[in-house]
């Protein structure tokens, strides 16, 4: 039997071959009547030959050729070369399978060329053929879940695991369509779940155990706490302070390195240096870190993000000396930024 596997989701295409493999080794023979053939420069009588051998002591023979698609693209006269070998397959035995798995196309101009393959479109034609696309699933949905929280929630139902949709939103939210990635949380958000006796996986569980979540709420913080967003910062610290999931000396850190970087992109911008040389000084080579570094420190001046920075080292300094506990001062310094901060939305003077 003929089996194609291509398209962007390598995960689901890995997966369907795993499938297969297992429903194929009854009798624990398999690995031994198994050929794995590198696409580039294989030839249709080697390919058949492997295709056709019969399986030894074995109830089944599988023979998986990688790229062979890709690697013969839409050469001219390919299709009058490889027509013995498709007209070939109908004659396989029962016991054997061919499977043409074919890797995620990389780059715009390959993104259709296995799909434009002739020799694909003679395979489509060969009885009984098992030719599967494995596209990239949107995460999104017009009327209702997206196509990677539909295959969560049943990937969730074939192992059993109970999960609550907001759990899936927020999983689907922070990993998009990355499916390998996906999965790996779900069994991890499952066995911390069922080791606690919580029964389904909760959005809270996303939120303290997966690394994307955590990261999210610190930059959160951070930013809260830098822009002088006292309320919100403090609710959001007393939050990851309370449940434990980020130690007080961690969120300092990334406060001080935050502040130092406020701190040379002021001076810059009022000496009118560019972006780039903000880039250049900070070492934010540009996307969102860079464009927000950039909104901040256009809301302040120098002597605000050094005086916010000194506030943070006498913190830094009171908590060591045992003056002060680590919470108190993160505390301490949200309200000292808070009172220097600028009202919402108003720009240093002379700043473009």
Known sequence: MLHVYYGADDFRSSEAL?????SLDDDGMLSTNTSVLPGRGLTQQVLTQHATAVPFLAGARLVIAEGLLT???????LTEEWRPFVDALPLLPPSNHLVLVEP????RDNREGVGRSPLLRLLRNVPDADIVE????????????SEVGRWLHARAQERGIAIEDRAIDALVELMGANLRSLAQELDKLAAYSAARGDGAITAAHVDLLTPLARDENIFAIVDAIVEGRADQALQLLRRVLDDGSVAPGYLQVMVARQLRHLVRATE???????????ADATGLRGGFPLTKLMRQARLTSSAAAEANLRDLEAADFSVKTGRMSDELALELVVCRLAARAPKAGRRRSGVG
């Open 104 to 107: 995620a196309p990389r780059g």
């Open 71 to 77: 690697a013969l693209g839409s050469r001219r006269g």
């Open 18 to 22: 795993a499938a297969l493999r297992a």
């Open 134 to 145: 494995f596209g990239e699933l949107k995460t999104w949905g017009r009327d209702g879940p």
């Open 268 to 278: 810059l911008l009022e000496r009118h240096a560019s972006q780039q040389e903000i």
